[in-house]
């Protein structure tokens, strides 16, 4: 059989991608919210209308075939090959790949890595602390 | 008295299917969840590295297609190759050679009492065609020089075409 690695990624850490055990496959169609409360990890590769949400931790993969409507994406990490239209809230790390695209605004804490052909159409915003006088 | 029961009728997870008969989930018959959760996620990364590359190919190509640079250095390099490739009369685009089934149409002899053989010579340029006469005719010219004239030209500047007075 052959293996199979997640995507070359620069931010997001490959355990935390290998670790996913939710997946909206290709074809499928999702609507409705998506919570949970534990460090868990949702890929989409189908359609979802609706949010995702993890109140600690979590890992939220839109893969290149993955849309996401109408949506607000929290986790500690996310990536996003595929489209999104809607807010994502990243605590940790934000990774839009050159093959992604966001309609909405994105806001992150930590880390953000944007490809240069990624394609988006909103605000990003830094939440951490901001030395405004300094460097 | 011991139930009786078929192995699979209440298997509800895999420490069941493990204790019923071990090494089951091992053999392909219930694969685990765990195997199921990294075959899918490996179907899906297969999957999608080839639509994110497809996808990132065709965003770069969009790209440099709104360049007008890069389409003179495209127009420059095809005419520069198309040039190249017609100013090369040593190498021409194709080879021609004879078929081996229908051998190119021959010119008639000249003569029928010059029986003469075409022979193919083949050698890297392509394929030369030449006459060669068989050894029992001795070789005559391809074209003889004309048979001299046995009326000569009587005609002369003091003949009847110049003269209108009746003799």
């Known amino acids: ?135 | 008295m011991v139930p009786t029961s078929t192995p699979h009728s209440n298997v509800s997870s895999e420490a069941d299917a493990q204790r019923i008969s071990p090494g089951l989930a091992m053999t392909g018959c219930i694969p685990s969840t765990e195997t199921l959760r990294q075959q899918a996620l490996q179907a899906s990364w297969r999957r999608g590295r080839g639509v994110a590359s497809r996808r990132l190919a065709w965003r770069w190509t969009l790209w440099y297609a709104q360049k007008p640079g890069v389409w003179a250095a495209v127009l420059g390099l095809g005419l520069g190759a198309l040039l190249w490739t017609l100013w090369q009369p040593e190498a021409p685009l194709l080879a021609v050679t004879p078929p081996a089934s229908a051998p190119a149409p021959l010119p008639s002899a000249p003569d029928a009492a010059w029986p003469m053989e075409p022979t193919v010579l083949i050698d890297e340029g392509g394929a030369r065609l030449r006459w060669s006469a068989l050894d029992s005719v001795p070789a005559a010219p391809l074209n003889p020089p004309p048979a001299p004239n046995e009326s000569p030209l009587t005609l002369q500047l003091d003949t009847q075409l110049h003269i209108k007075e009746p003799r």
Do not use: C, W
């Open chain 1, 1 to 135: 059989m052959s293996t199979s690695s997640p995507p070359t990624t620069r931010l997001i850490p490959s355990d935390k991608l290998g670790a996913i055990g939710s997946l909206i496959a290709e074809g499928a169609v999702f609507e409705g919210d998506f919570k949970s409360q534990k460090d868990l990890g949702i890929k989409v590769d189908g359609l979802l209308k609706g949010g995702i949400s993890f109140e600690q931790g979590g890992t939220i993969h839109i893969g290149p075939t993955g849309v996401v409507e109408n949506t607000r994406l929290e986790a500690d990490h996310i990536l996003i090959e595929g489209k999104v239209v809607g807010n994502v809230v990243a605590r940790k790390g934000l990774e839009i790949s050159g093959s992604g695209t966001l309609l909405g605004d994105a806001a992150y804490d930590e880390l953000i890595d944007m490809h240069p052909r990624a394609k988006v159409r909103g605000k990003i915003e830094y939440r951490g602390d901001m030395d405004l006088n300094g460097g």
